[in-house]
């Protein structure tokens, strides 16, 4: 069996698919000839004599009469079409034709056309017939070169051509009025764009003999809102009027502008002879078009309102002036017999608006006096009217007075448009207390046709009120009813009414200010946003335009349209496909509805009703619903739905018989013509039609075979959908949208269920426009490709199955909370004591059933469909193969709708139950516990479960909601919410109870059930409830232990009445989570075991400062612990380390209102909340720096301080106080050395040296620089010039702290994180393992965002860094060694690894110590020893990483390869000493790389100061030097000539050295030298003195023999030359620096001889004599 099936691919044959069956006429004896093919037919085109066929692959077939092949066969019967090998090799997508002509449209988006030519109508210029298909260009004029337009598809008239693009626009060629263009010249050859649709999405044409129709989508709520203008641009006349009667409001927009056109913006309106008036974009159908009826004489004239009476319903005439009409009926037609013109009716002169000798004189003007002879005679007289065909295209709108009409709309969508909102309510409001309210029902509701002429109605007042109440056409929107209609149709527009509110009798306002529900959109404004351009439109529009002699425009009147005009009264029906026939034009509808309008000779429009000037629905029997149609001449073809899913046949028009076939049209001797559709008998033997076509007097069916059963399954599927739409619309016309109007339904329902109703409606109406829109889908598959892979319904299923979810939700909560009882009462006022109606519609046989039982099963009824969605799907997937693609996406697409039709049946049954559960509970709980979303699951008042420890009196009730859990007592009740509850079985062995154990995040308590079996089924319950709560699956048997849940905390005091939104653990926060606290406090942040604990940002709002305090940082059991950062309110910001909520371990505090100039910065240790140990204090008002010892926040121990005014103090500090021993230093070397009392106060013993050694010895007192009092001895030492008192000089650095005592808890913190207690104390293996965690837990918050961002490289860095290296165990080679000072360089430049981070603090302290004021040159032999013990103590670090590395100063042996290649090998970073057998470890040599480049520039700085002097002397003396040519300087400075060199390298070439020449000699080794300025380490530095001193021998040698050695003798000038030259500015520092940190194990190499040259040169340049 499976074998056999195949895909729906395989149905190519053309016996099977694609079969055509022609005919003509609907008699029982007609019997459709069957046209065969070798392939499928996809679409047939007909014209009045020939007709032509597109088959699978492209190809293009024709038949009929073809006058145009002059040479070729011109006669081929239908049944032997033949190929238009013209389009061989192209492949065409859609064919079209027209009477005479046809048209191809290919994949590529070109035109072909062929067939008669003498008007244009193919688009190809100088032919009068077109013998074979021809390309025909579409050119846009407006791109520069002409862009190609790409067509879609193509439509053909009798004398003229329609194409829609892919940018849907439509584009026309030929001649007539119906092509719709800006034009008076005809033919139109090229193909030019209809501008008036312009903007606007067409999605489909189709032509009449001399008609055109346009179905276009609407526009989006926001264009269509654009306001309207309130005043004619011309004659500056109110638009709309507006005028109280004694109980009601008459609104009008009849405004007929008596100058004819209305200007545009730029102010111009050219309008010439037979020319229309400039255009602009419709925004909407209800606003006016730019061009106005030309309405009166051209010299002043009385202006024309049309007002609506209700009350007199007849024309009154007041002073000849004003003429007041019915509402908008004027154009009410006569029968077809009367053949009136416009439907204007015969009632001659006496009611013509306008006296006929001015109508004469301004006819006569405008055009010849024939013509307006004939104009008149049609106008006074209503005779009627056939123009010749030449003059017809002349007709414009503004030549002929009071023919054309207003192109007005309704006045609300007007007025919503212009007016302003502050009266919307109270109109509306008195619109719906008018009176005549009940009028308004006799109108089919939502036609808003365009009025026509004014003129008289024969037959008085009560025929007229007959005719109005049938023709349904011209109502103007002053009606009530479609005020409420237009506003529940959803077109969010306002009425309002500027200036006017005066103008309401203040009796109707006061009746209006009662409250009113809002009125609830039924139709989704723009369909559903995901359904997007996956579905077919709903919200369509109809436009028409052309020749209207028939009323085929379906505007009310038979007068002629050169722009396409939007037929208003089809724009809320839901238009889906449009058909042109000769002169009648046809609109099939979603609800599976006919309208037609236009020529009825024959009975084509399948009703006699008249007029047939406006769409009316064709008479066909209940359940017919049409899905496809054709139009031919004089009759139409319709393809509906019968009782069964097979497709029926209707025909209504001409009869045709046989012999008579030939016969004129307009003859109708031998034909008869239909009332209504009538059956054709044949159809159920043609299999399943999928599309008909007409044309001429000849029908066409495209039918299938149904192989496999795959036919009828698409059928059925198709027809299930289309009638299932017709049902929902049925439910929304006639149950939901009259009980959403009912006045009495607030006050039934309440506040909250009334929205509750409305929400139900609106998500009624997506259900429903979905559905509408599927099965308008549906049909076009059916019609084109009839193809599985195309159905929306499998590829994007999740539309469908969440539109179902959303109603079915809606309606049990509208359920759950009684609103369907609610409704009842409504309900019953409205349907009566017998609901026949809500009964049938419901499908409900059941006798007496209470009405809010019917109203549940009715809105309940969608749901059964998804069963039908899942049965047909599984029906087509048997036509397939079980192995195909298509097989398996039906199976998937059956699944999910019976899935969900099983999930929506079972939540129908949660409502139900949870709605009988509140009948019966308490009632004082239930306004509380009641909401719309809650559903019960069980509760346990069978006391099924009871508190363990309970009182013996006590009730405990627990109910478990799908949201939460609720232990209801007495009076009170307690809920638990189900995210933040976990459920654990408590073990039964031990207690012998059914015991289950519940934790919430404040309360944990053990429920006792009476039986195992009960204890199971609550365990269950209550873990899918939780499980449903969180994740809506409710699949899982436990659910998870760890989640993600909001929760407010009610006891515990820290938390109380604060919110908790993060991840949970067991019943306490664990994870990532945010707390609030009332009072403003917000912690985000990690938890664990329910404390702040991790990375976390807490603010604290101030309420004095009105400003917040906030910290970001580190956490340990709920306390800030860890590196943080807290800004206060105040201003201040500490960053350091905290513990217990305390600043405790390194840190620094700024204070001030404003960082940028914050008054004090203090960088040190802090122990609990205040500074204590070693710190410095800069404060920036008083310009002192203090570096020393804190205690308790106050200086104590020994210190520095040094001011901006060169001041230097150090020595012991006592309560914040210099007290007891110190030095003084003021700028001038002035020196103190005693005892201190107070800040700069001497007090005590004491020696004061000057700066020319005079000092004074005794007793102190007063304050430095303010007078001093002095009792003791002055000495002057130099009179005796003794040098044993030479050495009174004062060492500094004695009082200060010691280096290695400063900065110890930046280096205690670096320990701990390495896991040690104290340094060096211990294991090694751990501190790795603390380095890797710390590495990958900051990456992570890093990835997480919870900090700054890393750059690339930190990022590369940082995964190399995690891995912990091989290298730091086992013995150090010199390869090692290498990898370890790469690891290191690594790490200290990773600020997240703990060497990175200490060598970023310690950058941070060193800067913040030396830089500003701390910029004093006393503080430098301080800033080198901090340097060294900075080394020392890093150095310890680095063994304790690496073990085996050796002591400061112990060797590394060198292997045994050549030292050299090894050096190359690592030449970046190679040690700059010179190559030795070995190598020492040293810390400066490890570890200066890495360091000194950051403390640099204030170390440099110190040197530059403290040398200052020297320097100075120094570069004078370079200047005045370097002022002499190099011969003479060389001479000078005592060089040997044979080391002067002879000829120098200029740009490339030799040059001889003169006595001019000038810094040329020895310029490689000056460029050299002066590098040593752009080094940092001592290393590098003396590396570049090397290199200098290879340059100088190179440059010698080149002009002495090889084994040439130096002695220091001969170098020593030659060096001395080169360093003059050199011009460096600060040599004296970079010396003292080098001589400083030098490492001690290369001062006695040849690095160290070279240095002592350098050295010897600098002093030799200071004491040089230049004479």
């Known amino acids: 069996m499976e074998s056999q099936r195949k895909s729906s691919g395989e149905e190519d044959s053309s016996g099977e698919r694609g079969s055509l069956h022609t005919w003509k006429g609907y008699s029982y004896s007609v019997t459709p000839e069957r046209v065969l093919l070798s392939r499928p037919v996809l679409q047939a085109a007909l014209g009045t004599r020939h007709g032509v066929l597109l088959v699978e692959g492209g190809q293009v077939y024709s038949f009929g009469e073809f006058p145009w092949k002059q040479s070729q066969v011109s006669v081929v019967g239908p049944l032997k079409p033949v190929l238009e090998s013209a389009l061989s090799g192209q492949r065409v997508v859609a064919v079209a034709a027209g009477s005479f002509h046809s048209g191809a449209v290919t994949e590529d988006g070109g035109v072909h056309m062929w067939g008669e030519n003498s008007f244009g109508q193919c688009g190809l210029s100088s032919l009068t017939v077109v013998p074979n298909p021809t390309p025909v260009a579409v050119l846009d004029p407006d791109t520069s070169p002409p862009h190609t337009i790409r067509v879609l598809e193509l439509a053909c008239g009798e004398q003229h051509s329609l194409a829609l693009s892919a940018q849907h626009e439509v584009w026309a060629w030929g001649s007539g009025c119906q ?22 999405h067409v999605l489909q044409v189709a032509c009449g003999a001399f008609h055109s129709l346009a179905l276009v989508r609407c526009l989006p709520p926001q264009e269509a809102r654009r306001p309207l203008p309130d005043k004619c641009g011309q004659c500056n006349q109110l638009l709309y009027t507006m005028t109280d009667k004694e109980d009601h409001v008459i609104i009008s927009d009849s405004h007929y502008c008596p100058l004819g056109v209305e200007l545009l913006a730029d102010g111009e309106a050219k309008l010439g002879p037979g020319r229309s008036p400039p255009l602009r974009l419709q925004s909407s159908p209800s606003e006016p078009l730019s061009s106005h009826t030309s309405a009166s004489a051209p010299g002043p004239h009385p202006s024309i309102t049309e007002h609506t009476d209700y009350e007199r319903g007849r024309t009154v005439a007041q002073n000849g002036e004003v ?35 001015a109508v004469k004189e301004y006819l006569k003007k405008l055009s010849d006096t024939s013509l307006a002879e004939e104009t008149v005679k049609m106008t006074i007289a209503g005779a009627s009217f056939q123009p010749p065909a030449d003059s017809l295209d002349l007709l414009t709108s503004d030549l002929i007075p009071g023919v054309m009409p207003v192109t007005t709309s309704s006045a609300l969508n007007s007025l919503v448009s212009s007016c302003a909102s502050a009266v919307v309510g109270r109109v509306v409001s008195t619109c719906e207390a008018l009176s005549l309210k009940k009028r308004i029902n006799y109108y089919y509701p939502g036609v808003g046709g365009v009025a026509g002429v004014p003129g008289g ?45 005066s103008q309401v009798s203040p009796r109707l306002l006061r009746r209006a200010s009662r409250p009113r529900v809002r009125a609830v959109p039924l139709t989704p404004v723009g369909g559903l946003p995901e359904a997007g351009e996956l579905l077919p439109s709903l919200q369509t529009e109809v436009w028409s335009w052309g020749r209207g002699e028939e009323g085929q425009l379906g505007h009310g009147d038979n007068l002629p349209r050169l722009q396409p005009l939007c037929i208003k009264c089809l724009s809320s029906k839901e238009v889906v496909l449009v058909a042109a026939g000769a002169h009648h034009s046809l609109a099939l509808t979603a609800q599976s509805q006919v309208f037609s309008w236009g020529s009825n000779s024959s009975g084509q429009l399948g009703h006699m009703d008249c007029p047939t000037t406006i769409p009316r629905l064709a008479k066909l029997s209940e359940g017919i619903r049409v899905w496809d149609v054709g139009a031919g001449v004089q009759h139409t073809l319709l393809l509906a739905d019968g009782d069964c899913y097979q497709p029926i046949l209707y025909y209504s028009g001409q009869q045709v018989i046989e012999g008579a076939q030939d016969a004129p049209q307009d003859q109708t001797e031998g034909y008869s013509y239909t009332q209504q559709p009538v059956l054709l008998p044949f159809c159920m033997n043609l299999g399943y039609v999928s599309a008909v076509f007409a044309g001429g007097q000849s029908c066409v069916a495209l039918a299938d075979r149904n192989v496999m059963g795959f036919s009828a399954s698409l059928h059925e599927l198709a027809t299930a959908e289309r009638k299932f739409y017709c049902k929902l619309s049925s439910v929304k016309n006639h149950i939901l949208r009259p009980l959403l109007d009912l006045e009495s339904l607030s006050t039934a329902l309440g506040p909250a269920s009334t929205v509750m109703l409305q929400s139900l409606a609106r998500c009624y109406s997506r259900l429903c426009h979905l559905t509408g829109q599927h099965s308008a889908s549906l049909t076009a598959n059916l019609r084109r490709r009839r193809e599985v892979k195309s159905l929306v319904m499998l590829e994007h299923a999740s539309i469908f199955l969440d539109t179902y979810n959303e109603y079915c939700c809606s309606v049990g909560n509208f359920l759950v909370m009684g609103g369907f009882q609610a409704l009842a009462k409504p309900s019953l006022d409205f349907f009566g004591k017998c609901p026949e109606l809500l009964q049938r519609l419901a499908e409900s046989s059941e006798e007496n059933i209470p009405l809010s039982d019917l109203l549940v ?45 099983l999930h929506l049946k079972r939540r129908r049954k949660e409502a139900e139950y949870t709605y009988h559960f509140w009948k019966s509970f308490p009632g004082k709980m239930t306004d509380s516990l009641r909401k719309p979303h809650r559903r019960l699951i069980c509760e346990s008042s069978n006391k099924a479960l009871t508190l363990q420890n309970s009182g013996r009196f006590s009730v405990n009730w627990f109910i478990l909601f799908n949201d939460a859990l609720v232990h209801a007592q007495f009076s009170t009740h307690h809920v638990f919410p189900l995210a933040t509850l976990w459920v654990e079985p408590i073990p039964e062995e031990n207690t012998g109870l059914y015991g289950l154990k519940l934790i919430s995040p404040e309360e944990t308590f053990t429920l006792l059930a009476c039986s195992s079996m009960e204890k199971a089924k609550w365990l269950r319950s209550i873990n899918q409830a939780v499980d449903q709560a969180m994740s809506g699956a409710g699949q899982r048997a436990e659910p998870p232990i760890s989640r993600t849940a909001s929760y407010t905390f009610y006891k515990d005091s820290r938390l ?50 009105n400003l917040n305090d906030h910290y970001q940082g580190h956490w340990k059991e709920g306390k800030m612990h860890g590196i943080g950062t807290y800004k206060y309110a105040t201003g201040e910001l500490y960053e350091g380390s905290f513990q217990d909520n305390m600043r405790h371990g390194h840190g620094m505090l700024r204070s001030g209102t404003l960082n940028s100039s914050s008054p004090s910065v203090f ?101 430095w620089g303010s007078g001093l009092k002095v009792t003791g001895s002055f000495f002057k030492p130099n009179l005796y010039d003794s040098d044993g008192d030479k050495g009174r000089a004062v060492k500094l650095g004695r009082l200060a702290v010691r280096p290695e005592e400063k900065w110890r808890a930046v280096f205690e913190e670096c320990w701990m994180r390495l896991g040690c207690e104290a340094p060096g104390q211990g294991e090694n293996q751990r501190a790795w393992e603390n380095i890797a965690v710390a590495l990958t837990t900051s990456r992570r918050r890093h990835r997480d965002g919870s900090e700054m961002n890393l750059s690339r490289t930190h990022n590369r860095t940082l995964g190399s860094l995690e891995f912990i290296p091989q290298q730091h165990v086992g013995p150090v080679t010199m390869e090692k060694y290498d990898r370890i000072r790469h690891s290191l360089i690594k790490a200290c430049d990773m600020p997240l690894h703990p060497l990175g981070m200490l060598m970023e603090t310690l950058v941070a302290v060193y800067r913040m110590t030396y830089v500003g004021v701390g910029a004093n040159r006393r503080l430098l032999l301080q800033a080198v020893n901090e340097i060294m013990s900075y080394l020392a103590r890093i150095f310890q670090l680095v063994r304790f990483l690496f073990p085996d590395l050796p002591e400061e100063g112990g060797a590394i042996p060198e292997p045994s390869s050549d030292p050299q290649d090894k050096k190359d090998s690592n030449c970046a970073d190679t040690q700059l000493e010179s190559p030795k057998p070995g190598r020492v470890v040293s810390s400066s040599a490890l570890l200066l790389p890495v360091l000194l480049p950051r403390l640099y520039p204030p170390l440099f700085t110190l040197y530059a100061l403290e040398k200052e002097r020297e320097d100075d002397v120094y570069w004078e003396c370079v200047l005045r030097l370097n002022k002499q040519p190099d011969m003479a300087l060389l001479a000078f400075l005592g060089v040997q000539h044979k080391f002067w060199p002879v000829s120098v390298p200029v740009l490339g070439e030799k040059t001889e050295v003169v006595s001019s020449t000038k810094d040329a000699c020895f310029a490689s080794a000056t460029e050299t030298l002066q590098q040593i300025s752009t080094t940092f380490t001592p290393s590098d530095k003396l590396q570049v003195i090397q290199l200098t001193f290879e340059e100088i021998t190179k440059e010698v040698m080149s002009s002495l023999e090889d084994n040439f050695l130096w002695s220091m003798d001969d170098l020593f000038p030659v060096f001395l030359y080169v360093v003059l030259r050199a011009r460096i500015r600060n040599l004296g520092s970079e010396v003292s620096l080098i001589e400083d940190l030098m490492d001690p194990c290369v001062q006695h190499g040849e690095h160290g001889i070279m240095f002592t040259t350098l050295k010897a040169c600098y002093y030799q340049i200071q004491h040089e004599k230049t004479t």
């Open 857 to 901: 099963t009715l809105f309940y009824l969608p749901m059964r469909h998804l069963h039908e969605y899942g049965r047909l799907l599984l029906k087509l997937g048997t036509c397939f193969e079980v192995s195909s693609v298509d097989y398996q996406k039906l199976q998937d697409g059956c699944s999910k709708f019976e899935a969900l039709a």
């Open 179 to 200: 092509l719709g263009l800006v034009t008076t010249i005809f033919p139109v050859w090229k193909p030019q764009k209809v501008e008036h649709l312009a903007g606007r």
């Open 1056 to 1105: 109380k009445e604060a919110t908790y939104e993060g991840r949970w653990l067991a019943g306490k926060p664990n994870g990532r989570g945010m707390v609030k606290w009332l009072d403003g406090r917000i912690y985000t942040g990690t938890f664990k075991n329910g404390l702040e604990d991790g990375f976390g940002d807490y603010v604290i709002p101030s309420k004095t400062l």
């Open 323 to 357: 003429l007041t009409t019915t509402d908008s009926d004027i154009s009410a037609a006569g029968t077809d017999s009367d053949r009136t013109v416009g439907g204007v009716g015969g009632a001659g002169s006496r009611n013509s608006p306008y006296p006929d000798q």
């Open 1163 to 1263: 960088i040190g240790q802090w122990v609990h909340d205040k500074k204590t140990g070693y710190g410095v204090f800069d404060d920036i008002t008083r310009g002192e720096k203090y570096m020393g010892m804190w205690q308790d926040d106050q200086r104590q121990g020994t210190g520095v301080i040094v001011t901006q005014f060169g001041l230097y103090y150090e020595g012991a500090f006592n309560n914040n106080k210099m007290q007891g021993t110190g030095v003084l230093l003021s700028e001038d070397n002035t020196t103190y050395e005693g005892e201190f009392s107070e800040d700069w106060t001497l007090n005590g013993k004491g020696v004061l040296t000057m700066a020319n050694g005079d000092y004074f010895e005794g007793s102190f007192t007063g304050e």
């Open 457 to 501: 109605v024969p037959g008085g007042p009560a025929e007229e009120r007959v005719r109005l109440e049938e023709s349904m056409q011209g109502k103007k929107s002053c009606s009530t009813g479609d005020i409420r209609e237009e506003e529940a149709e959803g077109l969010s527009r306002r009425l309002s009414l500027p200036g006017l509110l």
